[in-house]
């Protein structure tokens, strides 16, 4: 599709476990944003990539999280030994890196994560 | 730090009213972007509209409008004629400019719960 695409959509684990959430941004689109959503809150940023650059990791809760991007296009999200606070929708979302369209973000439709 | 703030957890409107939906936002920047992002029941967040702050005009996009006030840090949401698909969050957002046409973070505030009734 044209969309970011998430996967998977929901996913139900056990605290300790370790989980993976997999973006697909829109081809061509040179950032990736990935948000935490929790339950009637705001969303949280998490780590921001931008073409080669270094990421901005600065809203990674703690060092379980990591998140990488291979070739400047798929991003996954690893969370380590989950705990139940983690549970919440991730977000992720794409952008093209044209000023004229700054802030932008094409979201997609979100991993719900569930932590027993 | 930027901050964004929705005073207004939950609010409703008839349908075919006008509503306005509250924003603040805190900064020391002079160069930035503000938008509204819509997300529906089914969770998929949508740009409702963006403002550049250099520019005076209040951005329009076709029954959603902003009262966009610099001095004070407010950027209000106004939605005409309200629609039942209407019914959505609503969040207010903000990003620092860049010159160089790269961007950053897009800070998000909590939201508000917008109901369209019948």
């Known amino acids: 599709g044209a969309g970011v695409s998430q996967s998977p959509s929901n996913k139900v684990t056990e605290k300790g476990k370790d989980v993976e959430l997999r973006c697909d941004p829109i081809?061509?689109?040179?950032?990736l944003y990935w948000y935490r959503q929790s339950l009637g809150q705001g969303l949280e940023f998490l780590i921001y990539?931008?073409?080669?650059?270094?990421?901005?990791k600065s809203g990674l809760p703690s060092d379980r999280f990591s998140a990488e991007r291979t070739g400047g296009s798929v991003s996954t999200l690893t969370i380590q030994r989950t705990q139940q606070e983690d549970s919440a929708v991730y977000l992720c979302?794409?952008?093209?890196?044209?000023?004229?369209?700054?802030?932008?973000?094409?979201f997609g439709e979100g991993s719900r994560l569930t932590v027993l | 730090a930027q901050t964004v703030t929705q005073s207004q957890p939950e609010m409703s409107v008839q349908e075919a009213e006008t509503v306005t939906l509250s924003c603040t936002y805190d900064?020391?920047?002079?160069?930035?972007?503000l938008f509204w992002y819509k997300q529906p029941p089914s969770r998929q967040m949508i740009l409702v509209i963006r403002?550049?702050?250099?520019?005076?005009q209040n951005a329009t996009e076709n029954r959603f409008s902003v009262n966009f006030q610099k001095a004070a840090k407010s950027f209000s949401l106004k939605i005409s004629d309200s629609q039942l698909g209407d019914t959505a969050m609503y969040f207010c957002?903000?990003?620092?400019?860049?010159?160089?046409?790269?961007?950053?973070?897009?800070?998000f505030g909590k939201g508000t719960k917008l109901s369209v009734k019948p």
């Open positions: 979302a794409s952008s093209p890196r044209t000023s004229g369209r700054s802030g932008e973000l094409f």
């Open positions: 081809s061509g689109h040179t950032a």
């Open positions: 990539f931008q073409g080669n650059s270094a990421p901005d």
């Open positions: 900064t020391s920047e002079n160069n930035y972007y």
């Open positions: 403002q550049e702050a250099y520019k005076q």
């Open positions: 957002a903000f990003m620092i400019g860049n010159y160089g046409g790269s961007q950053g973070n897009l800070i």
